[in-house]
Nanobody, 123 residues
Framework: QVQLVESGGGLVQAGGSLRLSCAMSGRTFSSYTMGWFRQAPGKEREFVAVISRGGGSTHSADSVKGRFTISRDNAKNTVYLQMNSLKPEDTAVYYC????????????????WGQGTQVTVSS
């Protein structure tokens, strides 16, 4: 079975940075498009960024463009989310997930999900 484990979350002040990691096991990592989502209390799960199987194509939400960067290292079976210039509104649980296509931006297009990691940005 596929297992995804996120790490790197924590508490940071506004303007700071965090780097999230998501390690995959159980299946061939390079076979999957990988995405990051986030969910704040009382809000719907929100698309953050997606990266294609080989890492050549990426897409990110308008709310994080210029601040967040998705990347992957297929040799390490890991996808990353570098978050810079963090804002209090970025506070959420962040999830990584697998998809079939690099155009996937909706939660229902993703098949396997990690347990999430909490990111809290203080003001």
């Amino acid at each position: 079975q596929v297992q995804l484990v996120e790490s790197g979350g924590g508490l940071v002040q506004a303007g700071g940075s965090l780097r999230l990691s998501c390690a995959m096991s159980g299946r061939t990592f390079s076979s999957y498009t990988m995405g990051w989502f986030r969910q704040a209390p009382g809000k719907e799960r929100e698309f953050v960024a997606v990266i294609s199987r080989g890492g050549g194509s990426t897409h990110s939400a308008d709310s994080v463009k210029g601040r967040f960067t998705i990347s992957r290292d297929n040799a390490k079976n890991t996808v990353y989310l570098q978050m810079n210039s963090l804002k209090p509104e970025d506070t959420a649980v962040y999830y990584c997930a697998t998809a079939l296509f690099s155009t996937a931006t909706m939660p229902h297009e993703y098949d396997y999900w990690g347990q999430g990691t909490q990111v809290t940005v203080s003001s």
